[in-house]
Structures are given as C-alpha cells and as structure tokens.
C-alpha cells in the first residue's frame, strides 16, 4: 500500500493522486487560487505550496502526483507567511467591497482567512462589460489566475479568453477583442462557475445574491440528462450550477440547462384551468374543467366508440406521468390510441435497432466517449443539440480520437474531423453502403464477430457487392476517394463508436438509414464493447421515457407488445384492456381530417406548430369535437383549436425520473412550490381517472409510489428504487436492488438471441424532388439557443442572443438569385409559404438551404411537406423542394 505523512499523520493513497487531491479528500483545506478539479492543473498563483521532504523543497500541491513515503508539511508559520504574502500580492488592487459582498467567493474566503483587506478605493479603472445578458465580466476583480481560459478551453472547447499582454498591462481578454457578447462565446457559464472572485459572474448572483438552498434536479431541456443544482432564496429559483459528481455532465452545462428557466415566472403563464366558450377563454376551477373533460370523453365514447379519442403523453413530463397517461387511454377511455413525439424523431431509430439488434436504445454510455479511438458522427449537430455530448467529443477529439463526420453541412464539430463527408441531403443509405462495400472488399471486416454473431453475412456480401464506392459517389455526391478513407478509418481505428441524430432519421427511408448505419458496426464487431456502438442522441429529457412508458399505440410499459402481453397487463391493473391496433401520431391527425377522430388530449407537445404540412394538421384539428392542451403556456396548438386548457407544473416544481440517452433513470425534484392553481401532470391525470369512476385504478399519492408501480410492469427497471438513484441515476436494464446497471448492452448476446440479423437496403429517393419551379432543398433542424417549439426558451433572455429562425443559404446561392444578408425573404413550397431573413452561410451545400423551426411567427411547418418513414411514419423534416424569392418583387408581380 502506498502511503504518505502529511502533518505527522498517516495517508493511504492511489497512484497517480495529487497532493492537493488528498488533501481535499481529507478535508485539509489549503489555498489553490487558480486550481478547480475539472481542469489540469496550471500551478500558475502557487498559493498551493506545501514543503515535500524537508525545508528546501516546496511544490505546489495541485500539480504534484504523491509518491510512496513522502513527507508533507502543509502549515507553519513560515509557509502561512508565504501564502498570505502571495494572496496580498493578488490583492493589490482588490475591491474590498466585492470581498464585504459575497465572502463564500473562494478568493475571497481566503483574504477573511488570513486578514487581507482588498482596497477602498481602486486607483485603476479597468473594464466592466455588461453586454451578454446572462454573464457579467468586471476586470476590476480578475487576479489572473487563468481559470476562465482554462475551462473554456478544457471542458468547453471553444477557446474564447486568452491573455492580453504581460507584466502591469495583463488581462484576460475575449476573442471578440472587444464585448463579451460578440466573441465566440457559447453561453455555457463555465466560466462564471470556476471564476474564484466574481471577476466574471452571472447576472442573476448580482441580481439576487446568495442562495439560502440548493437542490439537486436534472435538466429540463435535451435528452443528455445533465444534473443541476438548482439555487432557491424564498422559495425562488436564482440560479442554477452544474452537479459536480454528476456522470452525465461532469460539473458542465449548457446555456440552456444552466440559464434558460426564466420561463417559470414568465408573466404569460397559464395559472389557471380554462375552458373556452363562444371564442373565448373563461378561467374555471379544477373540478368543473376536469366535470367537462370527463362528460366530453363519456359522451363522444358513447357516441362514437373509444376509438375515436386519441391522448398524447408528453417527452417533457416524467417517466411516472407518461406511464399513467398511457395507463389512462387504456384502462379508462379502452383504446390504444396513444402516442409522444418519439414518433416524429428517434421511433426509426427504436424500431431499426430492435429489428437488428433485440433493444431500441442507445447500445453504450457517454462515458465510452474517452474510451472509442474513432467517433462517427451521422445527422446530428452534436455541439448545438446535445452540447454537453458535443464537448465531450471535442475534448476526446482534441486528446486524439479520430472523428468523422457524416452531414450536409459544414456543423462545428466538422471542424475537428478527419473526414467529413459533406452528403446530399437524403442519400444517407447509398454512403452507408459504400462504406460497407469498402469494408468487406478490403478484407477490414471482424470475421470472428461475424461469425459468432452475425446473420445473414452471405446474403448481405452479395447484396452489397453491388454498392461500390463510384456508385455511390453519384448519389450522395461524396468523392469516392473519401468514402474508401473514412470506411477504413472507421474499420481499422477501432473501437468505433457511431453517435446519430435526426439527419437519419427523418426520411422517408429513416428506418432504413439506421438500419445501414447497424451494419457497419456489426460488419466490423463495434457493439457490445467499451467504446463502440450505436447511439442515438435522443430528443426531450424525457422522449424516450415517454415512449418506453407505453405511450405508443403498439406498446406497454417496457416496449411490452400490444399484442402479445396484452393479459398481463390486465391482471397487473386488473382491469380489461383494449386489443384493437391503436393510431400513430400521423394517422390520428389523418382520421381527424377525415372527421373520423373526434377528440385529443395533448399533453405538452405543440402538435399544430411542429408537425409537418400544418394545413394537413389544421384541417384536422378544425374537425375535433374536443380538444384538450395540458401544458405552462398557450401554444400554437392551443390557441388556435383547443376547448380546455390544464396548466401544468414545470419540471422544477414537481418529483420523479427522467430518463436520458444512455438509459439512465434520474431524479427530478421538487425545488419550487407551483404557482397555487396549477398541478403536475400525474396530479391531473389522476383526478380525470377519479371524475371518470376509475378511483381504485389511479389512487396515488406521490411520483415515487408510480414508480413502484412501473418497476413491477417492467423487469428492466425493477431494481432501481427511488432510493438507489439519490444521486447519479442508473441504466437499465438493472433486474434487481443488487444489480448496478448497465453501461454496455449486447456483451455477450443480444435480446433476439445470440445473433443480430444484418439488413441489405436498398436506396429508393424521397418522391419530394427539387424542379425548376421550386430548386432548393430545404433542411430544418436545430441550433443551441432555442429549443424545439421555442415555448421555453423564448420566454428567456435566450431571445436576446439569437432573435428568430433564419434562412441559412450558401453566398454563391444567395448571390446568383440576388439575396442579400438579412434581407427577408418569401419561401414556398407546395404545401405553403413562410418568410424568413437570409443568412448568408456557406457551411450550407449549393443548392440546399437550411433553418429551424422554432419561432412561432415563422412557422415553417407551414412548409414542410408530407411524406413519412416507410416503417413507422415519422415526417420526413429534412427534405423540402423550396423557392425562395424576395418579397417585393412577390407583391410587384
Ligand atoms: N438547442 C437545441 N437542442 C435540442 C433541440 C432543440 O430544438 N434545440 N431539440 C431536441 C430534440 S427534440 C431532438 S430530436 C434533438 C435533435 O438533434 P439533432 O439530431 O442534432 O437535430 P437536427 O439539427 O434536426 O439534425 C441534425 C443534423 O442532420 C443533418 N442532416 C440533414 N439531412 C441529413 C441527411 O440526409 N444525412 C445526414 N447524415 N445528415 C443530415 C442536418 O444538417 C443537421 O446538422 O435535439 C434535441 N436538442
Ligand atoms: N420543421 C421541423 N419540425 C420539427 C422538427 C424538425 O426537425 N423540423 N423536429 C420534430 C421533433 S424531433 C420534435 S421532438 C418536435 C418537438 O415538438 P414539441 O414536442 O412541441 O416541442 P417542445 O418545445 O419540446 O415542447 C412541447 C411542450 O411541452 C411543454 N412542457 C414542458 N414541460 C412540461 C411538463 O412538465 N408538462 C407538460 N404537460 N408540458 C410541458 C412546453 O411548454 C412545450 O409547449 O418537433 C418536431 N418538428
Ligand atoms: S461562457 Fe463558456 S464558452 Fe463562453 S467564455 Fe465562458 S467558458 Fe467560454
Ligand atoms: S446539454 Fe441538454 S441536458 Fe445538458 S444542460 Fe444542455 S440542454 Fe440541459
Ligand atoms: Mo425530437
């Protein structure tokens, strides 16, 4: 055992330990100015020194690794002197009023420590910039101890501050050269957080002041599942930090998790029940909004069978919730028309993987990220949609992962690639195959995996001997010579790890382009080991919860099928359940449009905003008999068609579990009471069940009680209790209280049994082409600051930063049809028209442009169109055939 003497006591410790690691392991609180433990150490304020081995050597203690028998001395008089000399010596210049206002600042904690005042009065003004809306930097308080360009570099990679000059004249500096909010900057706040004075400090700490608690939650946004600490003073939300310990997040944040919950206290949030009469909305109480619900269901039930009322559950309410919701549209109104917005994103992915593979879920963790030598990026914008798995890969990348990249445009992450392959939009199957056929001509195929657990190889060489590299080349428009070099890079670096968005999934040929992206990592072993896989990058912080819960028209809880467990879910509710096959999202706004749907509940979902051709969606919702929105805000949907408006609790005022990409179970926590007339949505679903005489079946009194419920329906689940996921969560499957959880799935065999099939596709092109009449292909997606139907982050000073969707277009483009940047412009497809302001952009393709689809006054859903995956409907988003003309000349002619 190695061990250590520090102050004449006896420490065991692990090789590769620090000093200053021990030290704070053992409550040994010693000054490190400019150390933080997410980043390598600089040594650069040695306000860490300790004596090693006698009195001549002194180290700084955060850069120093332990070795056997040392003897450390971290205190006398002459070391204090020191170290009250060297903080003095940053305290020149010091406010002490900053020191007199937030004393917990680490810098600050020190100068109490060893009674050093700051200054009065500051003879040197240096700069205050107020200009982002979230950060504050204020020189007057920089002791250049480097944290902040350190953590921007090391955790966020975006490498915004360095330091300007040296000696007297030294600062730090963004790379704008100018204001902080025209650098480089992502929002992410880390440099706030390490900040040891308030040099750079958030608004809202300067606002509100100091925490009175903090609680521990997840974030309400991205499928990533990051873990906040959430700040309270009387019962207020003030600020949120990142959850140091944290697995998913490791002590990092994104803007929007870390600053985008104003939208708890915006001034247009629904506190009240409604329903509205003759137009118009009437604030009601619960029990009559709920008495009409109720009455409404049982009438149109009566009338028209169950089958005409449909329910959504919601990717942004809780696994417990969505469990119920679906237990709801079963037990009580008897149909299985019940669905999530799963269906318009990652269902191809569930569906492609549990064909092939036996589950529909991330086959690896987000730790393999540090682990896999190459990373394969398809269809995802990694930074912008999941950016705390987007620097997470940028760091491996820049510790030397091999990355390639697989998109139409040039995202930031393509930056840091090996190899992009910069594909049409939509030809995602023909560049898989090539890859493939790469792989096995050059022999790069893991043979003893194929063997063991593959079926199907004859067939699928065959098949794809057909697909070479020049073939494909003319399709998706990639040089060949790239395809061959990124398929080797891919076969030969191994382990590989394939991380995919929607670039994939939203096609006609969704299903299938995962399903070609499955075969490369079967063809070359990459499943079933540490940083290998196949990983979806899932939505909402809760789409797959939703969806694993059962609300999908051919499951239960569980990915239990419709079919064939039908007799044990009703012996588990003891209640007879429906058998007729239930309605997809699509299909459901279809049977409306045809007048044969006659009512739907929403709950937290914007159906009319963000599903496709929304004259398609209008038409149906303008047939519905009832429809009744359950979310914190009038959304589109809401507004234009509903009858009865629930007003929900938010994330952060109600208990239960998210679960993330990785299948890991978190819990949220109660950290704010709800405004008084609003209810979480278990709450709600629960007193609906009682109104409609269904008591004994949702007789509930807390999150944790469902969950209990749930771990009975679902053996994968059963061993995470509420109690074992305080903190950190676990993956599933988890069978029981002893098991730790799964990082890695198909180890040893897969679910289907102990081979996975291989899937030759076949490449058949969307039926929307682009033609002289509409040239361009539009492609809708994301970017960092507004999140999907823009409800939340709207309705935060996220709007400041990024102000609406915009038409990004390639300058030749733009220049040959005589657009110019910023100029708005009209732009129509078949199915309609939206206006848009133009950013000139070339990490677009020639001939494609691309926007998001969050700003309620663009609607772009008016124009997307309406093809759907061949398996399971999701929208095909990402192909548009557009023309985009100025608006003047529009109205001229
Ligand atoms: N900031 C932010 N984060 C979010 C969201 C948000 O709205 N804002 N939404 C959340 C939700 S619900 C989801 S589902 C995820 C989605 O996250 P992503 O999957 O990253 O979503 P998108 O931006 O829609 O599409 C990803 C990429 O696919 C590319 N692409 C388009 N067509 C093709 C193609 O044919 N082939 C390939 N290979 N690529 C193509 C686009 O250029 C785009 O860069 O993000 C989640 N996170
Ligand atoms: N053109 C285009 N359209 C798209 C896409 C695209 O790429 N291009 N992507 C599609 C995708 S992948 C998705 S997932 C959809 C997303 O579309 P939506 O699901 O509509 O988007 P969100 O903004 O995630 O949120 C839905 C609502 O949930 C509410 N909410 C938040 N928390 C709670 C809660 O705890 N309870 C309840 N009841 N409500 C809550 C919010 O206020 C918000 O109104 O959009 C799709 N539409
Ligand atoms: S907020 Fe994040 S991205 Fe911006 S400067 Fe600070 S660390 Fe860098
Ligand atoms: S990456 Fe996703 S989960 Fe993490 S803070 Fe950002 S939005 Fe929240
Ligand atoms: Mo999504």
Not at 182 to 202: F, H, L, M
Not at 209 to 224: P, Q
Not at 495 to 510: A, I, N, R, V, Y
Request: glycine residues 6%.
């Amino acid at each position: 055992m190695l061990s250590v003497k520090i102050d004449n006591r006896l420490f065991s410790f692990e090789a590769g330990t620090t000093i200053l690691e021990l030290l704070q392991n053992n409550a040994i609180k010693i000054p490190a100015v400019c150390h933080d433990s997410r980043l390598s150490s600089s040594s650069v304020c040695r306000s860490c020194l300790v004596k090693v081995n006698g009195d001549s050597h002194w180290q700084p203690s955060c850069s120093t690794l332990l070795m056997d028998r040392m003897v450390i001395e971290t205190t006398s008089p002459e070391i204090e002197d020191y170290r009250k000399g060297i903080l003095a010596m940053m305290a020149k210049e010091y406010p002490q009023s900053a020191v007199k206002k937030n004393p917990d600042k680490e810098f600050h904690y020190w100068l109490n420590h060893y009674g050093i005042k700051g200054e009065v009065s500051i003879k040197t003004k240096r700069h205050k910039d107020i200009s982002h809306p979230y950060i504050q930097v204020d020189l007057a308080q920089c002791i250049k101890c480097e944290r902040c360009i350190k953590i921007c570099d090391e955790l966020q990679g975006q490498f915004v501050w360095h330091m300007s000059k040296r000696g007297d004249q030294e600062q730090i500096v963004s790379d704008s050269k100018g204001l902080f909010n025209k650098s480089s900057c992502v929002s992410c706040g880390a440099c706030a957080d390490t900040c040891p004075t308030g040099a750079i400090e958030d608004k809202n700490v300067i606002q509100f002041g100091i925490a009175e608690k903090t609680t521990r939650s997840v974030c309400a946004y991205c499928g990533v599942g990051c873990e906040i600490n959430v700040e309270t003073k009387n019962e207020k939300i003030i600020g949120i930090h990142p959850v140091m310990e944290s697995p998913v997040s490791k002590g990092h944040l994104c803007v929007k998790g870390r600053y985008a919950w104003n939208y708890n206290y915006a001034e247009d949030r629904i506190k009240h029940p409604m329903i509205r009469r003759n137009g118009k909305w009437e604030e009601v109480s619960w029990n009559e909004a709920l008495a009409f619900c109720s009455e409404k269901f049982k009438e149109i039930s009566a009338l028209y069978g169950p089958d005409s009322i449909a329910i959504i559950g919601s990717a942004r309410a809780t696994n417990e919730e969505n469990y119920l919701i679906q237990k709801f549209a079963r037990a009580v109104i008897g149909t299985n028309n019940v669905e999530n917005c799963a269906r318009v994103c990652h269902q191809p992915t569930a569906k492609a993987m549990s064909m092939m593979l036996g589950t529909g879920a991330a086959t690896n963790s987000y730790d393999d990220i540090e682990k896999a030598k190459t990373i394969l990026i398809s269809g995802s914008n990694t930074t912008k949609s999941h950016p705390i798995v987007g620097a997470r890969i940028k760091q491996a990348v820049l510790n030397g992962a091999n990355l390639i990249v697989i998109d139409p445009r040039k995202i930031e992450l393509a930056k840091y690639t090996k190899y992009h392959l910069q594909l049409k939009a939509g030809t995602n199957i023909p560049l898989f195959n090539a890859m493939a056929n790469v792989i096995i001509a050059e022999g790069l195929f893991d043979e003893k995996f194929i063997g063991n657990r593959v079926e199907g190889w004859e067939v699928f060489k065959k098949f794809i001997s057909f697909w070479t590299p020049e073939r494909a080349s003319k399709i998706c428009k990639v040089p060949e010579q790239l395809i061959r070099e990124a398929a080797h890079l891919y076969a030969t670096e191994s382990p590989s790890m394939c991380f995919h968005g929607l670039g994939l999934t939203e096609h006609t040929q969704g299903t299938e382009s995962v399903m070609a992206l499955v075969n490369l990592a079967l063809i070359t072993g990459n499943i079933g080991k540490s940083g290998s896989g196949v990983n979806p990058l899932r939505g909402q912080n809760n789409v797959q919860g939703a969806a694993v819960m059962g609300c999908e028209p051919g499951s239960y809880t569980g990915l239990a099928s419709v079919k064939k467990e039908r007799e044990r879910f009703e012996r588990l509710w003891s209640t007879n359940l429906p058998d007729k096959k239930g309605l997809t999202l699509p299909e459901m706004i279809d049977t409306a449009a045809l007048g044969n749907l006659k009512a739907m509940w929403i709950v937290g979902f914007d159906v009319y905003f963000t599903m496709p051709d929304s004259s398609h969606t209008e038409k149906a919702f303008s047939n519905l008999d009832l429809l009744i929105v359950q979310d914190m805000f009038l959304t589109e949907t809401a507004k234009r068609f509903a009858n009865v408006f629930l007003p929900v609790a938010s994330s952060f005022e109600k208990e239960g579990t998210f679960m993330n990409s990785e299948r890991r179970i978190q819990r949220i926590r109660k950290v704010i009471p709800a405004p008084e007339e609003v209810k979480s949505d278990w709450e709600i679903v629960c007193a609906l069940a009682e109104k409609m005489g269904k008591k004994e079946l949702f007789n509930y009194t807390s999150a944790e009680e469902i969950w209990n419920e749930i771990r009975q329906a679902w053996k994968a689940v059963h061993g995470i209790t509420y109690q074992r996921i305080q903190n950190n969560g676990l993956q599933w499957p988890c069978p029981d209280e002893n098991h730790p959880g799964t990082e890695i799935l198909h180890e040893k065999s897969f679910p289907i049994g102990d081979k996975a099939n291989l899937a030759p596709i076949d490449f058949v092109p969307t039926l929307e082409q682009t033609s002289e009449l509409y040239p361009f292909t539009l492609v809708t997606g994301r970017e960092l600051y507004h999140f999907n139907s823009g409800t939340m982050t709207y309705r935060t000073a996220n709007k400041e930063i990024h102000s609406s969707d915009f038409l990004h277009i390639h300058p030749d483009d733009a220049n040959f049809i005589k657009m110019k940047e910023g100029e708005k412009v009209k732009i129509s497809s078949k199915y309609g028209t939206a206006f848009l302001k133009v950013k000139m952009d070339d990490s677009v393709r020639k001939g494609e442009c691309f926007t998001t689809f969050s700003n309620t006054e663009v609607f772009i859903n008016k124009i997307t169109g309406p093809f759907r995956d061949n398996y399971v409907q999701t929208p095909e988003y990402k192909i548009t055939a557009v023309r985009i003309e100025k608006i003047k000349q529009h109205l001229n002619s």
